[in-house]
Nanobody, 123 residues
Framework: VQLQASGGGLVQAGGSLRLSCAVS????????MGWFRQAPGKEREFVAAISWSSGVITYADSVKVRFTISRDNTKSTAYLQMNSLKPEDTGVYYC?????????????????WGQGTLVTVSS
């Protein structure tokens, strides 16, 4: 299973970015997907997760309302729409795929990881 994250970049505070995570080599539509991020000098933290059918979606409190996770099973791709970005959203964003259709907020809940894409929000 391979995950390819893209869409990161430099944006001013208040701006928007859309991250994509293309998955290959697996039954994408049977797996929950998650997004995590890691700021410089900090531990990796949960951002959002979506179940196989998009029926269950969870967010970290810090991004709720501002970020939207979605998926297109026909394209084997998950997305993270990020609006009203803040400097504290800066970090490397990782997408992850679970073994099953539902997953939680812990990194250990996910079996496969992408390489990460850097998001930098300037003030």
């Amino acid at each position: 299973v391979q995950l390819q994250a893209s869409g990161g970049g430099l944006v001013q505070a208040g701006g928007s970015l859309r991250l994509s995570c293309a998955v290959s080599g697996s039954t994408f539509d049977k797996r929950a997907m998650g997004w995590f991020r890691q700021a410089p000098g900090k531990e990796r933290e949960f951002v959002a997760a979506i179940s196989w059918s998009s029926g269950v979606i969870t967010y970290a409190d810090s991004v709720k309302v501002r970020f939207t996770i979605s998926r297109d099973n026909t394209k084997s791709t998950a997305y993270l729409q990020m609006n009203s970005l803040k400097p504290e959203d800066t970090g490397v964003y990782y997408c992850a795929a679970a073994s099953g259709g539902y997953s939680g907020r812990g990194a250990n809940d996910y079996a496969y990881w992408g390489q990460g894409t850097l998001v930098t929000v300037s003030s």
